[in-house]
C-alpha cells in the first residue's frame, strides 16, 4: 500500500480535527504547495456586533499555513507537525461575512515551511495578512 500525500492527508485532517470543526473551516482546494480555506461566518465568531473576532481570522490562516505546508511536501515517518510562528497584520474588520485564507509555500528548508498567507472576504477585500513558519515531523 502506498503512502498517502500531504493532500491527502490535509483533506482528511483538516474536516476531521475538533477546533475547524467547531469554527467551520473548511477546505476549498488544495494544491501543491498552497491551500484554500473557508470560514463561514456565525453569529459565534463575532467579537461585538457582526465583526469576526481576530482570533477566528488568525486561526484560519495559521490552518491555511498548515494545509499548504503539507501540500507537496515529502511526507515525514512521524505524521507530526506545528506552528513554530504566525504573524498577522490587520487590514480592516470582517463584518457579517464569511473569509476565505489563500496560504503559498515560499521556501521550504528540510523540516520548516514558510508560507504567506492572506485573509479576505468572498468579494476579495483584503482582511489580513500573515506570514507564518511550520514544522513538519
Do not use: C, N
Request: charged share 20%; hydrophobic share 45%.
Amino acid at each position: 500500500m502506498s503512502q498517502p500525500t500531504g493532500e491527502q492527508i490535509m483533506r482528511e485532517f483538516v474536516p476531521a480535527s475538533p477546533f475547524a470543526a467547531l469554527l467551520g473551516i473548511g477546505i476549498r482546494d488544495l494544491g501543491d504547495g498552497w491551500a484554500e480555506l473557508t470560514l463561514p461566518y456565525r453569529d459565534e465568531l463575532a467579537t461585538m456586533g457582526d465583526t469576526v473576532h481576530g482570533g477566528a481570522v488568525a486561526t484560519l490562516a495559521d490552518t491555511a499555513a498548515m494545509a499548504a505546508a503539507w501540500s507537496g511536501a515529502e511526507v515525514p515517518d512521524r505524521l507530526q507537525g506545528s506552528t513554530v510562528s504566525l504573524t498577522m497584520q490587520y487590514a480592516k474588520a470582517a463584518r457579517g461575512t464569511a473569509l476565505l485564507a489563500t496560504a503559498t509555500v515560499t521556501r521550504r528548508a528540510r523540516r520548516l515551511v514558510f508560507l504567506d498567507v492572506t485573509v479576505r472576504t468572498p468579494d476579495g477585500d483584503a482582511v489580513a495578512h500573515g506570514v507564518a513558519t511550520y514544522a513538519l515531523g
